[in-house]
């Protein structure tokens, strides 16, 4: 019996420092110092990543995304213009990459299981796709070469605050084979047949170099990503000293791209000299999004909605508004939702008050249902088109709504294809992207030629440019309606 009892105490033990050694709660070790802390932190995360609140997601299904590490008062201004672009797409894991800077060893690390504290609150670990990340033959569980690593540390405060329940995967590299990146590329690849993340790759660029030097090295290493020519960024990796301090990772996003026929937008490149103080010895930041191509087909004259359906549509949108404006959690509408609104497709949301525009915004293209896209994107004209005061309490009852329900978009090969009225547009260069809904240029009465060069002027480009090369144009159609059309 006593022998029974000390082997059931043997094996308490052993499961709990099992359970300590592989599920446990990891402090911040940068916070005051690559970051600040308080009521300072949020001050500083709204005001980088505010974003234009226009037009939130132009720039396609996003898969993937490179931010920089360094400390904010340097890097945080590009690190904030990724945030701002990935801050109202639906993803339920973020996969974090990111280089070991403090240990060497061999293959990948994964953080096991936990949760890592922020000053906004701890962000959950995705303990079972941590697990069979770790399953991988180059992959092992660890905690100790997390310890005073900031190149994760520093995104936590970003990612809690543009999504506060979504999950985590770290991982950091250490000396890897471009074998070994390529089988965790078709790794990725199989996983996002099955599971809603998005892969997030933390690294700096060029270290220490002249200002001049570095930025000519790093538009070298920018053409080689934005044209996904994996294999010589790895074969020409040290020319200068590194490319990139994480650059394995980057490697990986580039190969992942590849297959899932994505394409690299390169969103803003500013380095250490531009932000600081000196300029004999910089360090390059990047901000890139990786993108799938978005759907070019149909239309919505294949589809219709009745009057019954848009009324709860408009019934939804106000309901989440008269709760984000007093603060309480959204008043989700999910009894009665007919199948006809549970389709993934985009749609904006348009507030005007006395007539007068009060805030609009919207996705053009949605991983959620019809009906909770519109809920979360009137909440979100309401309190964040940064273009206008936040809606208070007592205006609610002076708004008007108005929902436009996208179509999925079609390239424009000649301008003969756009018919006023009928389609709204996107026109993108480089990283400027603007749209414009079918009923704006219905309401100013412009042309075609009128509706382009207001669309430029929207993407903060020359109102010309869609005449040049390099300039992409899409049209798309919508289901408007507002509350007027039901008012008896």
């Excluded at 094996?11 to 690559?34: I, R, V």
């Excluded at 949301?349 to 991983?367: E, H, M, P, W, Y």
């Amino acid at each position: 019996m006593l022998k029974k009892k000390i082997l059931f105490f043997f094996l308490l033990l052993l499961f709990f420092f099992t359970t300590m050694l592989f599920s446990q709660t990891k402090e911040p070790e940068f916070s005051g110092t690559f970051y600040p802390e308080g009521i300072a932190l949020v001050n500083l995360l709204n005001e980088l990543i505010s974003g234009s609140g226009q037009v939130n997601n132009n720039y396609g299904n996003i898969i993937g995304a490179v931010v920089p590490h360094a400390a904010y008062r340097y890097s945080g201004a590009v690190a904030g213009i990724v945030y701002s672009v990935l801050k109202n797409i639906d993803i339920e894991t973020i996969i974090l990459f990111a280089p070991s800077h403090k240990y060497y060893f061999k293959g990948i690390a994964v953080y096991p299981s936990g949760n890592f504290l922020t000053p906004l609150g701890p962000v959950i670990l995705d303990d079972r796709l941590c697990k069979e990340i770790m399953s991988l033959d180059f992959a092992v569980g660890s905690t100790e070469y997390f310890d005073h690593e900031h190149a994760i540390e520093v995104q936590l405060p970003f990612l809690k605050k543009i999504y506060p329940q979504v999950k985590i995967v770290p991982v950091l590299f250490g000396d890897v084979s471009y074998q070994q990146i390529l089988e965790l590329s078709r790794y990725l690849a199989s996983l996002s047949k099955k599971r809603n993340f998005l892969l997030l790759i933390s690294t700096d660029l060029s270290h220490y170099l002249p200002y001049e030097k570095a930025v000519e090295y790093d538009k070298n290493t920018i053409s080689l990503v934005t044209g996904k020519n994996a294999q010589e960024l790895w074969r020409t990796r040290d020319i200068l000293g590194p490319r990139a301090c994480g650059l394995s990772a980057l490697v990986v996003l580039l190969e992942y791209s590849k297959l899932r026929n994505a394409d690299i937008r390169l969103l803003k490149y500013l380095n250490s000299g531009d932000t600081g103080d000196y300029k004999d010895k910089v360090v390059g930041y990047m901000g890139v999004v990786s993108v799938t191509p978005l759907k070019e087909e149909g239309d919505m004259n294949k589809f219709e909605l009745t009057n019954s359906e848009k009324k709860l549509l408009l019934k939804i949108a106000r309901v989440s508004v008269e709760s984000a404006v007093n603060g309480r959690a959204a008043e989700e509408i999910t009894v009665g939702i007919p199948d006809s609104l549970k389709f993934e497709t985009g749609a904006f949301v348009t507030l005007t008050q006395d007539g007068a525009l009060r805030g609009c915004i919207g996705n053009i293209i949605s991983q959620k249902p019809l009906y909770k896209l519109v809920g979360e994107m009137a909440a979100a004209a309401a309190l964040d088109d940064n273009r206008f005061l936040p809606v208070v309490s007592d205006e609610v009852a002076e708004l008007e709504f108005e929902i436009s329900v996208l179509s999925p978009i079609t390239k424009v090969e000649d301008i003969s294809q756009i018919t006023v009225g009928r389609d709204g547009l996107i026109i993108r260069k480089g990283i400027h992207s603007g749209l414009l809904l079918p009923q704006v240029a219905t309401e100013y009465g412009w042309t075609v030629d009128e509706f382009l060069a207001n669309t430029c002027i929207k993407a903060g480009i020359n109102r010309d440019e869609y005449k040049n090369k390099g300039v992409e144009i899409y049209k798309f159609s919508a289901i408007v309606f507002n509350e007027s059309d039901f008012k008896e």
